[in-house]
Nanobody, 118 residues
Framework: QVQLVESGGGLVQPGGSLRLSCAAS????????MRWFRQAPGKERELVAA????????NYADSVKGRFTISRDNAKNTLYLKMNSLKPEDTAVYLC???????????WGQGTQVTVSS
């Protein structure tokens, strides 16, 4: 059974940092493109960052470039998102996504809440 379990969210003050983790199981993690999305209340789901299968390439939304870093540990089946210089507009539920370009399969986690507020 495919499982993606996010952790590391919480309440942080503007300018602060958090590191999100996504523990994967039930599929071959190293064969999937991994992505972080976020969804704020009343807004559409937004792609935040993506990392290729071997981790050699990353992409970021313009709104987070220079502040967020996506990484993966294929030996631990874990995806990370380090978030620095957090802003109130970063407040959202952050969701982990595993995408197979071969099987055209999308798997989603349940999400973890990130709230940036003073």
């Amino acid at each position: 059974q495919v499982q993606l379990v996010e952790s590391g969210g919480g309440l942080v003050q503007p300018g602060g940092s958090l590191r999100l983790s996504c523990a994967a199981s039930g599929f071959t993690f190293s064969s999937y493109v991994m992505r972080w999305f976020r969804q704020a209340p009343g807004k559409e789901r937004e792609l935040v960052a993506a990392i290729t299968i071997a981790g050699g390439r990353t992409n970021y939304a313009d709104s987070v470039k220079g502040r967020f870093t996506i990484s993966r540990d294929n030996a631990k089946n874990t995806l990370y998102l380090k978030m620095n210089s957090l802003k109130p507009e970063d407040t959202a539920v952050y969701l982990c996504n595993a995408y197979s370009p071969i099987y055209l399969v999308n798997n989603w986690g349940q999400g973890t809440q990130v709230t940036v507020s003073s």
